[in-house]
């Protein structure tokens, strides 16, 4: 059974660092899709990185260079080094996986439909 947890989230300054964790078990995190998504209070849930089938990172135009996605396959776990946070930053984080991506664009990807299995979320809150 596929499962995921996120970790990392909390409470930091404008300018802070966060490092966001998903623990996949149920699947070897390595052969499927996994990518971040964020939802603010009284938005849309929206795609902010992805790890695509060939092992490469693949972010949302408006964090590119902010964050870093990342995935350690020994640990079975995929991250999110988030730097340079902002207030429009805060949000909740969710982390996300499905089968397969092949020759996916960057917005199928990004795309919240796009994947089948979920984590709780992990909030973040960013204070200016």
């Known amino acids: 059974q596929v499962h995921l947890v996120e970790s990392g989230g909390g409470s930091v300054q404008a300018g802070g660092s966060l490092r966001l964790s998903c623990q996949a078990s149920g699947f070897r995190a390595r052969l499927y899709c996994v990518a971040w998504f964020r939802q603010a209070a009284g938005k849309e849930r929206e795609g902010v990185a992805a790890?695509?089938?060939?092992?490469?990172?693949r972010y949302e135009d408006s964090i590119r260079g902010q964050f870093t996605i990342s995935r350690d396959n020994a640990k079975n776990t995929l991250y999110l080094q988030m730097n340079s946070l902002k207030p429009l930053d805060s949000a909740m984080y969710y982390c996300?996986?499905?089968?397969?991506?092949?020759?996916?664009?960057?917005?199928?990807?990004?795309?919240?439909?796009?994947?089948?299995?979920w984590g709780q979320g992990t909030q973040v809150t960013v204070s200016s």
């Open positions: 996300a996986a499905r089968q397969s991506c092949e020759h996916w664009t960057l917005p199928q990807l990004l795309n919240p439909a796009s994947y089948s299995y």
């Open positions: 790890v695509d089938n060939y092992g490469f990172p």
